[in-house]
């Protein structure tokens, strides 16, 4: 009878720590995915808004090392081949992910999107000077992400 429990107790162990037949592919509900993406993933990824319009496209994902929190998307928009390009720093919290169309949504027309100051890749305004920072979440309606 104690055989019979012991290999009984052995199989369900064997169950419980037997790997996948397939072990390439994690199982649905772990790995990366929606709630965890490293920022290399949507680096290019176009920004759209509610009405479907294109704004441009994930250039660098910035993170506040002090707080440990990403602060802002850096949007790539116009230009043609990289020249005349203009970038756009986008408070996250502004944005949504839409991982079905694998783009981040920004609730904002178009029309009040081309009121927002860019600039240039060669000269980016110090993002942690702080009435910079408050200016720019004032403008997209975002809390700031330190509060």
């Not at 772990?30 to 009405?51: E, H, M, V």
């Not at 998307?73 to 992910?97: C, D, K, N, T, Y």
């Not at 009040?112 to 920072?133: I, L, T």
Request: aromatic content about 10%; glycine content about 8%; overall charge negative.
């Amino acid at each position: 009878m104690m055989d019979l429990e012991h290999r009984q107790a052995d199989l369900e162990f064997a169950k419980a720590t037997t790997l996948p037949e397939r072990v390439d592919e994690p199982p649905p509900d772990r790995g990366p995915g929606p709630r965890l993406l490293s920022a290399s993933t949507i680096k290019g990824d176009a920004i759209i808004n509610f009405d479907n319009e294109t704004l441009g496209h994930v250039e660098e994902v910035m993170f506040d090392t002090e707080v440990g929190r990403i602060a802002y998307v850096v949007m790539a928009s116009g230009g043609f081949l990289g020249m005349g390009e203009r970038l756009f720093a986008i408070p996250w919290s502004s944005l949504r992910l839409d991982p079905d169309r694998e783009c981040l949504v920004l609730d904002m027309a178009k029309s009040r999107f081309d009121a927002v100051q860019g600039f240039d890749k060669n000269h980016w305004p110090d993002m942690a000077q702080h009435e910079w920072q408050l200016d720019l979440h004032r403008h997209y309606g975002a809390r700031p992400y330190w509060d």
